[in-house]
Structures are given as structure tokens and as C-alpha cells.
């Protein structure tokens, strides 16, 4: 056994003193999620010293690109190709697509047109131009058909305004929730670089208009692909 010696009464706090410490720290938090909490990750600035400090343009940004991504993952759903359905016949059944099942259509019509899309070939690969115009708060998507480990050296330009980009790739059939990123962005005006596939699939870029007008956006491309559609 251990004889420890019990602290005196008065050497342990009061019960005001508790309470006091209690409200004390209570009173810390509460500037601390004012001052710093709430601008760095929602962009709200109660106080203004978050702008000062410059953490609620931080908040802003992190709170755009979180609903790019939500927004994103909802295109996602919607472009989901449906389950195959068999098709009767003689034989063993064979499973096709609602799609293919359907009468062919000489283009999508839930695709929008693009405007001044210009194409030529190269010995380097594919070469494209195309123009988006994007109303406040429209979105768009430019996906590469392209195969593992080529590569597509891009840049766009925006007029009017400023976007924000999430660049990304779908490789084929891919599971649910499946996501690989390139890279982000918040109230860009031009960006330039090389995308190289992780995988065979689909890869480009989503943009969306977060600015008070409607804005133009450029994009060239030029690289190892087969094919380039605007699917949103």
C-alpha cells in the first residue's frame, strides 16, 4: 500500500473558482470560433477580423469548392449509364443498353452546342479549339477520351469573369463514388498545363461560373486523345 497525503481544504479550488475558470474558457472558445473557426472554414466573419488575418477569403474558398464538388458529384448520378436490360430472341439472352436499344439520334440532344470548336490532326496528336459561355452560376464539362498514361497539354482563358475548375477523370464502368482528382480551383481566370491519364476513360474539366456576368471561356487542347465533347 501507498500512504499519500490528502491536499488541505484550502489548497483545493472553490466552487467559484471552478466556475470562473468554466465561464473563462468558455468565453476563449467563443472568440476563438468568432475570430478564427468560422473565417477559415465557412467564410463567416462576425467579428472582421477574419478578413483582416486573411482567413475568411480561405473559408470562401473552401466553402466554393465544396459545393463545386457536391455539384459535381450530382452530374455524376445523372450521367450514370443505366443497367443493362436483356433482350429477347432465339438464342441466349444478350444484355444491352437502354441506349443501344434505342433508335440512334444524329446527336445528344441533352448535350448543349459548342461554340467555335475547331479540330485538326498532327503528328503530335489531336489539336482542338473550343468557346463555352457561361451564364452566373451555369456549369460545364469537357471530358478527353483517352487511354492510360497519355497525355494532353491544355489551357483555357476566361473572359468577364472567373470560374471555378475541378479537373478530374472517369475511367469505364467505374464504381459508385468513385472520384480521381487533378486538381481544384476558386475564381480562376486562365490556367495552362499537361493532363496525363491515370487510367482509359474520361478526363477533363468542370467549370462554373461564379461571377455576377456571363463569361466566356476558351480552351485549347493538344495531345494523345480520341475524342473531345462537352458533356455538360
Known amino acids: 500500500m ?15 473558482k471552478l466556475i470562473r475558470s468554466t465561464v473563462l474558457a468558455a468565453l476563449v472558445a467563443g472568440v476563438l470560433l468568432a475570430t478564427t473557426v468560422l473565417p477559415a472554414e465557412y467564410g463567416i466573419d462576425p467579428t472582421g ?13 473552401k466553402v466554393a469548392l465544396s459545393q463545386e464538388a457536391a455539384a459535381d458529384a450530382s452530374v455524376r448520378v445523372a450521367a450514370a449509364p443505366a443497367s443493362p436490360v436483356p433482350v429477347p430472341g ?3 439472352a444478350v444484355a ?10 444524329p446527336r445528344d440532344a441533352d448535350t448543349p452546342p459548342v461554340a467555335g470548336k475547331t479540330a485538326a490532326a498532327s503528328a503530335e496528336g489531336k489539336t482542338d479549339e473550343m468557346s463555352l459561355s457561361l451564364k452566373p452560376g451555369q456549369g460545364a464539362e469537357v471530358k478527353l477520351d483517352m487511354r492510360k498514361g497519355s497525355s494532353v497539354a491544355y489551357q ?6 472567373a470560374v471555378n475548375v475541378d479537373a478530374h477523370g472517369d475511367p469505364v464502368n467505374p464504381p459508385k463514388g468513385f472520384y ?31 461571377s455576377a456576368g456571363e463569361v466566356t471561356l476558351k480552351l485549347s487542347t493538344q495531345g494523345q486523345y480520341t475524342a473531345i465533347k462537352r458533356v455538360l
Open 2 to 16: 501507498f500512504n499519500t497525503e490528502l491536499p488541505d481544504r484550502a489548497d483545493l479550488p472553490t466552487s467559484r
Open 49 to 61: 477580423i477574419g478578413k483582416v488575418l486573411g482567413l475568411t477569403r480561405m473559408g470562401e474558398i
Open 90 to 92: 432465339p438464342g441466349p
Open 96 to 105: 444491352v443498353s437502354p441506349a443501344a436499344a434505342a433508335a440512334p439520334a
Open 156 to 161: 483555357w482563358s476566361v473572359t468577364g469573369g
Open 180 to 210: 480521381h482528382g487533378y486538381g481544384k480551383g476558386a475564381q480562376l481566370q486562365k490556367d495552362a498545363g499537361t493532363l496525363v491519364a491515370a487510367f482509359d476513360g474520361k478526363h477533363g474539366w468542370f467549370w462554373r461560373n461564379r
